[in-house]
């Protein structure tokens, strides 16, 4: 019996330490790379579906319509880089996080990283493209968590117009590899 008591009572102990954890962590809120790594799994799963099932089915699949970077008049796709740069235009609306796409090789040179988090965050995703490169960052007297992921190329279609394009500073890429880099942040302070 004794035996049974003090399994009952380990069990107990057990049961409330797990929910002690669990409400601390829902009084201190999700933990900043935690939500970096929802807010990023999002994107990129929109990013992956538009290039492959939407632009390489309809464009080189099916022969339906082309992507264009004049899309508009064209009356083409955007781009994939396109389409995620209006979604982060439209995101950063709400002032609650913005994300931005980045690349050392950037067609559009304004798309080129350009503080020291971006830089040295893009320069570790080339060393270890597996985990995201984190920290904090003060901008306009705020401070700002920030997370860079590896943007790799997900479909044939984006290494054609990349290795392809008169302006790409870099025309060598191959399925799988990186190609940029998508950087999240939001505010950790008033």
Request: charged residues 25%.
């Amino acid at each position: 019996m004794k035996g049974r008591a003090l399994v009952l009572v380990s069990g107990a102990l057990i049961w409330a330490c797990g929910c002690n954890r669990a409400d601390s962590r829902a009084a201190q809120g999700i933990p900043l790379p935690e939500v970096a790594d929802y807010i990023h799994t999002v994107i990129a799963a929109d990013r992956a579906i538009y290039a492959e099932q939407v632009v390489h089915r309809l464009q080189d699949v099916e022969k339906v319509i082309k992507a264009d970077e004049k899309f508009k008049a064209e009356k083409a796709l955007p781009f994939p880089a396109q389409m995620l740069r209006m979604g982060a235009q439209e995101a950063g609306k709400s002032g609650k996080f913005r994300y931005a796409l980045i690349s050392k090789w950037a067609i559009n040179k304004a798309n080129q990283p350009k503080t020291e988090f971006e830089k040295n965050g893009f320069d570790a995703l080339l060393k270890d493209s597996e985990k995201p490169h984190t920290g904090y960052e003060t901008l306009g007297g705020k401070k700002f968590f920030m997370a860079l992921y590896a943007d790799k190329a997900v479909s044939e279609a984006c290494i054609r117009c990349h290795n392809s394009h008169p302006e790409s500073p870099r025309q060598d890429f191959k399925l799988g590899e990186v190609m940029g880099g998508i950087v999240i942040s939001f505010p950790v302070s008033p």
